[in-house]
């Protein structure tokens, strides 16, 4: 596929962030695109009205130009060709019908590329390697999965000649098993982690680590592996690879001149700690992201960049810390009350302890409410009942939103009531909430003064993400 031949490219479904960041990137090159979705929300719709792309809502077959040199379809159950009409007529139309994972695959041909691969961390560390090289002035090409603060768009052609890209192990189209990331030629790879997740793809874990193994084989035979010491799936994995491979852990590394990782943190509004490669001090880093998860983030970002001699220890410093990071990652949610209230994003238990154990970090003395959406399949899945005993270590109160319905019917789905019995079994304050206006009320009978709220999902909380900064604004305004 000649991209300088293409003229005109349409999208199926593409409201989605992978869609509509691939649009952007062929809207960069020149060519002219065209989409349809049943639905058009911010961040996502913003950014195709700045780029001048026209969109329509529904699907249908006259939708699709007549002179469209490639149409790209998205992963949504609902487009297939038997569901959507306007897949049915793509496929019949004769032309190229590709997915967006393949052209990624043609843009990045040649390119050096850095692959971000895991369960957890890929999204964060990802846009924390394009901020740090453009804020260096080096203007790297990037493909982010989700929205991050700083960046006008999240995903850019740049003439740096490093090519950075989240690498999601989901399939790539619903003709195409392959996992996303096996189409994006690695030259480099960083590798945050490898615990199971996305259960209704991958029922098993060794059918989850299968495709992260081919993608290593991927590499060539220079290619560098930063793969993180102290997740021990990725350890594994890592310590299979006959090439270049470079650990990086947290705190308690051994001292071996191979292993990057911190030293002497100090936790804070702009956390600090000494960046380090076996016994030598690197650099000293400041951040304002929340945790331990998120210095792992960078120990593993940073390893990357030094060790390809990407940015100088100084300029690694200026990118970390003026870094603001991605959204709901921890986001903020309001400066206008005294109550702190946080957003994480909970797609699975790794990332729900995280959230859960940095929010405890920064403040220790106030009491923690969860409110928590099981929005995901894995956490819908009665093989994750366990996962409910130790979660919500550290929190006073856990409000427990109704599990989403989507695809209920496709694994063996929990019910609301189940999952909060297990979590007062395990000897949590836990409380079923449904009606948002009715769990609104509940949560405004809860709150005092000395709570800090994490707003834990991938979903919307029916709402609540947004009424709940409200109300703590009227009850408890910052004076």
């Known amino acids: 596929m000649a991209f300088g031949n293409v003229k ?51 699907y249908k077959k ?9 149409i790209v379809v998205g992963k949504n159950a609902k487009l297939t060709p038997k569901e959507n009409e306007e897949v049915r007529a793509a496929f019949a139309s004769g032309k190229p019908v590709r997915s967006f994972p393949d052209i990624l695959e043609e843009l990045v041909e040649g390119i050096d590329t850095i692959v971000v691969a895991g369960s957890y961390g890929k999204s964060t560390c990802t846009a924390l390697l394009a901020w740090c090289l453009t804020h260096a002035g080096k203007d790297p090409s990037y493909f982010i999965g989700e929205v991050t603060n700083g960046f006008d768009v999240y995903a850019h052609l740049g003439k740096g000649g490093v090519f950075v890209l989240e690498g999601d192990e989901y399939p790539s189209a619903n003709w195409d098993d392959r996992s ?7 030259k480099n790879i960083l590798l945050t982690s490898a615990t199971h997740d996305h259960v209704n793809v991958f029922p098993t ?13 991927l590499l060539p035979s220079d290619g560098l ?20 491979t470079i650990f990086y852990a947290v705190e308690g590394a051994t001292s071996h001149d191979k292993i990057w990782h911190a030293q002497s943190i100090v936790y804070g509004d702009r956390t600090t700690f000494d960046l380090m490669l076996g016994t030598q001090k690197i650099v000293t880093l400041a951040t304002a992201l929340l945790g331990a998860h998120n210095i792992e983030n960078i120990v593993g970002v940073s390893a990357m960049l030094l060790e390809k001699n990407l940015l100088t ?9 003026s870094f603001q990071g991605v959204k709901r990652r921890l986001d903020r949610k309001s400066d206008k009350t005294s109550i702190p209230i946080f957003e994480g994003f909970g797609s699975s238990y790794e990332k729900a302890r995280s959230a859960i154990s940095a929010i405890q970090k920064h403040f220790p003395r106030q009491r923690l409410m969860v409110v928590f959406e099981p929005h995901t399949f894995s956490w819908r899945n009665r093989n994750a009942l366990l996962w409910y005993d130790d979660v919500f270590k550290g929190a006073s109160k856990v409000f427990i939103y109704e599990p989403a319905a989507q695809g209920a019917g496709t694994h063996e789905q929990l019910s609301q009531d189940e999952i909060v019995a297990r979590v007062k079994k395990a000897g949590f304050d836990a409380v079923a909430i449904s009606e948002p206006e009715a769990g609104l009320a509940h949560i405004d009978r809860s709150l005092d003064k000395n709570n800090v709220i994490l707003l834990l999902t991938s979903g919307n909380l029916g709402g609540l993400i947004e009424t709940i900064p409200r109300l703590a604004e009227k009850k408890f305004p910052l004076r």
């Open 180 to 186: 996303k990331f096996l189409h994006y030629r690695p």
């Open 225 to 244: 592996l930063i793969a993180n010491q102290s997740e021990q799936f990725a350890r594994g994995l890592a310590e299979h690879r006959g090439g270049k």
């Open 313 to 321: 220890p100084h300029e690694l410093a200026g990118g970390i810390a």
């Open 8 to 58: 005109k490219v349409h999208f199926i479904g593409i409201a989605g962030k992978g869609m509509s960041a691939t649009a952007l990137l062929l809207r960069q090159l020149g060519c002219e695109i065209s989409g349809s979705d049943d639905g058009f929300y911010p961040p996502v719709s913003d950014y195709l009205v700045r780029a001048k792309i026209p969109f329509s809502k529904g």
């Open 205 to 217: 874990h060794a059918e989850y680590l299968a495709p992260f193994r081919t993608l290593l084989k």
């Open 62 to 70: 006259e939708h699709i130009p007549p002179d469209a040199d490639i």
